[in-house]
């Protein structure tokens, strides 16, 4: 391959992602109701902010867009890896379930009162929802001596799903005003974790799991190309399901617990940037990260400078923007 091929194949969309990310990520900090210039964000940053400037941007803006990275990272990632294990474009912790499973035990933990105290246990509880929930999931959608059907599993997930938010709903609706609000936020797509100390427990998370399914992408590669192919070229193919799956959950159950359920951010991400660097997880990987990344960090910067209200979660600009490309989607499975 040349190099110029290669550098539009393989470099060029990383640059273009990463400069939209980057001038995003400008345009968000230079956002909302106080105005904050390029030069007092270049003062703040070298120390020579004043003191309301240095509030406005690090205690309110940046956590938020921070926030909005590792979210859309974290949903991006898991609904890549979950589209190589199943082969399948619709596949993501929204569409099998695995988001409304972490957000029951999430909400059942705010039920009892004990979120407040102890906020260190929300991607733990989280967790455990999402692996209970893929449990049941890939319980019911397993038949004796038949292959595992990715479209049986979907539909199976998106049949629990349905019944997880029917659960959360009803728990919400016994609830004070003030935890019955948040629930719904949070169903909608609310960046509700925006300050330092949610963040400090979301960030090593994805890091690190971002940075092991990264290592082994070339097992997940493998897997894409078949079961029978990985078989033969000696992959572990259920260790490998499992501990690919475990991460997945794990990323989506600490995106959801920290910043809101976005359902479409973990399906569509995967796929557009599959379009733009392959299938390869090497790259598909990193590109859904920085996908998921753009779409909530932009909905959210979008409705902090237009005439909307602010208050209007960055998910549900994201689901009605979405929803033709879900149809698509649906039609192509066919």
Known sequence: MKIHQRFNRQILPFVSLITV??????WSLNTGKMSVSPFDLLAVFTGQGTPQQNLIVFDFRMPKIVLSVFVGSGMGIAGCIMQ????????????LGISSGSGLFMILFLFTGLMRDTPAMLPIVAFVGGVVAAG?????????????SPTRLILTGVALGTGY????????LRMDTQQHEFVQRWLAGSLWGADWLHLSILIPV??????G?????????????????ALGLGVPLKLAFIGFSLAAILLSSASVAIGGNFFFVGMIS???AKKLVGVDPKRSLPASALVGSIMIL???TLIRSSALDVTIPAGLLITIVSTPYFIYLMAKSR
Do not use: C, W
């Open 21 to 26: 990310l980057i001038v995003v990520f400008i």
């Open 84 to 95: 190589s294990l199943l082969k399948n474009d619709m596949a993501s912790p929204g569409t």
């Open 136 to 148: 049941l999931i890939f319980l019911l959608a397993s038949k004796r001596k038949q292959e595992l």
């Open 165 to 172: 938010d029917a659960v959360t709903l009803f728990l919400s």
């Open 206 to 211: 994805v890091l690190f799991l971002a940075g």
């Open 213 to 229: 399914v990264y290592f082994h992408a070339p097992k997940l590669n493998i897997i894409h190309l078949g079961n029978e192919t």
């Open 270 to 272: 995967p796929h557009i």
């Open 298 to 300: 932009l909905a959210d």
